[in-house]
């Protein structure tokens, strides 16, 4: 499918400024901090210092004393009304208060109501909490083991801490290869747990309206929508219905997937706001939320591929344990407990594959969400090109002729995997040439023989990923029985100009310029002349969010199919206006002109008047139209990086020296957009990799709770991305796109892992679990016989 | 406590708390809200503003220590309809993305150009490394100070 592109029109295909930057560079965004609404309340929240404890008793006498305190919110008081607990997107219940104890370090424990800001923090650190600690379990193996402090005493019928045991694929055929396999390699490979540490962090303005009984929460939610309807689902039975709640979801500071989350502190600024009838906000400082909020990934996974003597590589089997703290709260909508996790086999052609994964409870928060990837991607394409890479090095082939040997070949696209995913497009082959081109492989090869001989530690890593995104199709997602689909309407106004409202909300991907584009392009309206709008449930119509990459598979694929209604009714006014035939029509962005008689033509804003001043007898007035696109299928990006490393035999410090990224997402709508969100999903790729991880000691005490240990890259660490991409578009996507907001932070990690192994694999180190620390690098260094 | 300061070149007066940060000052009293928050503790930047012409964290600074003082916000750069060349290049080189660590960006991009008008890639990306971008991997920001340093060198503001 070959990209239309119109540039007079600021069309597809064009990196034409951002419409959203004049209100960001004046400071005149409007994020949910920035609402101010008269007599306002704040909400503040205690935390518990324990990681397991019983909640002997809450003493709020002192923070009512706490001048502008005017009540202090506890589990009991939500118990009440039933809110005291939620339900998840896994069936599985989470606490917004407790009642009987905590189960994390940091978790909610009552709330502060005042009327200012520094009143309820004041107010919060005099409540006085008295714990009964309990044993704290925060390794998941120790979760499983017999006699392990059962800890979700909540339901009734648990006698462990296993969530679930979910497989895939054939297992017979899988052991079979293995059995006959000349040569296979086995690795553990440990994914931490990790922030998206968006700059903004969550919260909220909750305002119920006494009088008419409406509800309005402004709100830091990545999709509006379903916030919406799970509002209603959960809280229904007090009096809140649909019709009555509105969610504004104003300009985010970064999502990342951090924002999809209903967490505790938006429910109880809602049922603060229902008693009181008064706005309250909540916003959560950054230790809260690098502490309380979901966290991604902590997959413990065994993986073992095997190949045949030539390196043809045939089966893939994995094992993992999936740590999802106290509750299995994972911003999931797929059918599968683990996400797409299965799309492991990732961009080579293995005949057998079988995946097994385990959820286990822990002393730690809600993990499972997404770190700007769709749903276990990245744990994933981390796993098969860290073990590709292993194979290839066993093998002593080189990974990228090994890569080539075994990729899925273009012509044998669409292909269906062994674990039953059909890849819509793909030329793996082509992006990791045209990597290998980009960064001069075959001289680097020989500088790092070089350096070897000197003692010097130089490696070379690639990562040639396969994303799958834009959820997607009925048969494999839903959120509570939604389907997920996502819209677009657009209504074009008497004078040519136009407004389109969608159902996603952007949190800084550009929505309102690449929507603009795509609707410039199918209808030949400027795109300055349209005004793209999201995030306000009363305007929008209904769509499931922006996360997962799905904006523009899904959302862009609404806005061209709602757009191409227009003009089908554009048609009709033109023949009519024109005095021909529709079928003799010609159309060109922006007109309808007579075969044969170019001068005879009509413009879409001709035809905008007359829909409204002088439309065919029998015709409704108007030129608008609404769609709500059902994917047929999820759209399968891809790339190859290669990554260049220094390491310094010293001190253990990795220093990405060289990236290049080559990235196919099909026809690209803004180039400048699509290399932007490339840059920062490479940074947030480096990020797990050298710096990032969440980790606990063993009474649960949070490690890398501020920014003073959870370390995200600033400048200085960040090398000069070099970018490049090749185009294969989707077949089924209306205009041949795939989404790429992801893609750099899915396949980064694992080049650049790749590459610090290869520098060390002559030591003898096989792996390294990111993130790859001087000190984890030293140790090996050390052990390995380097002494300086 | 009463405290007098000029912000943007206006004189500014309010009754504070002793206790009271700078940037709820800022944003919540005189509803100044360009200047963010992102982690209370001074690492991120996205509370960046100019005191007295350098750049300060307005997140750690109370509110009377600004007293007397001459501030400068985001809301300060354009002058007379006319933009900054540090916004024009951060709308031209795609600088930003979410737009939250924008001002504090621009703020501490704007005393560094005063002081360093040629810099070099990596004088840039080390006087950036008190702000931190979640969005853009800084390569475009990088850009964006250069556009600037170009413009100004010929004239541009």
Redesign the interface.
Known sequence: MELKTTPEVGGMGHSIKRKEDPRFIRGKGTYVDDVQLPGMLYLDIVRSPHAHAKIVKIDSTKAMAVKGVLAVITGKDLEKYNLHWMPTLMSDTQMVLPVEKVMYQAQEVAAVLATTRYAAADGAAAVEVQYDPLPVVVDPRKALEPGAPVLRTDKKDKKDNHIWHWEWGDKGATDRAFGEAAVTVKEDIYLPRIHVASIETCGCIAHFDKIDGKLTVWMTTQAPHAIRTVFALVAGHVGLEEHKIRIISPDIGGGFGGKVPVYPGYVIAVAASVLTGKPVKWIEDRMENLQADSFARDYHITAELAAKKDGTLTALRIKTLADHGYTDAAANPSKFPAGLFHVCTGSYDLKAAHVEVDGAYTNKPPGGIAYRCSFRVTEAVHTIERMVDLMAHQLNIDPAEFRMKNFIKPEQFPYKSALGWEYDSGNYGGALKKAMDMIGYADLRREQAEKRKRGQLMGIGISSFTEIVGAGPSKHFDILGLKMFDSCEIRVHPTGKAIARFGTKSQGQGHETTYAQILAEELGIPAKDIQVEEGDTDTAPYGLGTYASRSTPVAGAAAAVAARKVRDKARKIAAYLLEAAEDDLVWEPGKFSVKGAPNKSKTIQDIAFAAYTNHPQGMEAGLEAVSYYDPPNLTYPFGSYICVVDVDSGTGEVKVRRFVAIDDCGNIINPMIVQGQVHGGLTMGLAPALFEEISYDEIGNIRGGSFIDYLLPTAVETPKWETGHTVTPSPHHPLGAKGVGESATVGAPAAIANAVVDALWHLGVRHIDIPITPAKVWKLLRQNGVTE | MHVKLSINGEAHEADV?P??LLV?LL??VL???????????S??G?CTILMDGRPVKSCTIFAVQAQGRELM???G??QNGK?HPL?EG???E?G????????GM?MTSFAFLKKNPKPS?DD???A???????????????KSVQHAATKIAAGGA
């Open positions: 708390e206790r009271l709820h944003r919540e509803r100044l809200t360009g200047t963010h928050i992102g982690c209370d503790t690492h991120c996205a916000t985001v809301e750069l354009e933009l916004q951060f709308m031209a795609h930003l993305q979410c737009g939250y660590c924008t001002p621009l890639e840039i990306r080390w950036i490394s008190g702000n931190l971008c979640r969005c853009t991997g800084y390569v475009n920001i990088v």
